[in-house]
């Protein structure tokens, strides 16, 4: 009788302390499972800390890397694509022209959502939890709504500041490229990229030399009765990079509109036609050299032109790209030494 109670209260003991481990690996479960804070905490004591990056005003952190990512814009995807991230995208919108030959592969395989911005329903469809836009203009209660609202749907977001800001330099794109670099853990690749660029930059820059007279340069973008311009941009560094001189670099605005008049005032030596849109270069060359207002600009009469694709315009992979067609173009007598 005494070993039977004996026994009786050991099984009573152990079937209480199965019970209680049982609940408490339960519990734990759960609360990994719920908590934000506690994941964080299992990452953290891994090693990996969250990535906190400040994007045009806005504080961002990520606890691991964006696994569905929609890019907005061809220069935010060819930065991903140059970063061999083709495999965290589930869709690209808004090419301006064609994707660079050594990306084609790898953007062929992904899904293209629209022409231009998405619509939401879209954009949604794709399951994302990050969207990197190359422009604000990609948040707008217009487009994909405001960051804000996006974020209170489970999707991070970044915007290219470099693109976004008044007077950019190359070192704001480098910023960029290392951020997004951060954001998906392959920072290693990200600055090996921004090494290769500078590399070339200062291979082309050393090609031109000392200028003592840069060229003048004026943008041309568009119009008819006006023009407009390239006025406080990235365009604008480049020139200043490549040896020449925005002649409307005085103007405190991104892009702006001027006369004809003010154009002959300035008396530009090369024209920067932009290249995008329904207008062909052949077309903008054409009304550029048919305006009489014009016939006296030294552009004009010695037909010095330089065609600028619109995405080796904007602030991505293809500076080095954009610079050489510039240097090229202001000094030619160089340009074996610039391929």
Known sequence: MIKFKRLFNLCLVGTALICLLSACGSASQKAAAISPAGAQSDRQNSGEEPVVIENMGE???FTEPP????TLNQHATEVMLALGLENSMVGTAYLDDQILPEYKEQYDKIPVLSEQYPSQEV???ANPDFAYAG???AFTEKTLGSRAELAGQGVQTYVQESSNKPGP???DVYQDILNIGRIFRVEERAQALVDDMKQKVGQIQESIGTVSEPVKVFVYDSGDDTAFTAANT???SLINMAGGKNIFDDIEKGWATVSWEEVVNRNPDVIVIVDYGDTSVEQKKALLLSNAALADVAAIKNKRFVVMPLSAAAEGIRAPMALRTLANGFYPDKAADMK
């Open 135 to 137: 422009w604000k203009s």
């Open 59 to 61: 504080k961002l952190v």
């Open 67 to 70: 696994q569905r990512a929609v």
């Open 169 to 171: 330099t190359m070192d």
């Open 123 to 125: 954009f949604f469809a």
């Open 234 to 236: 990235y365009l604008t």
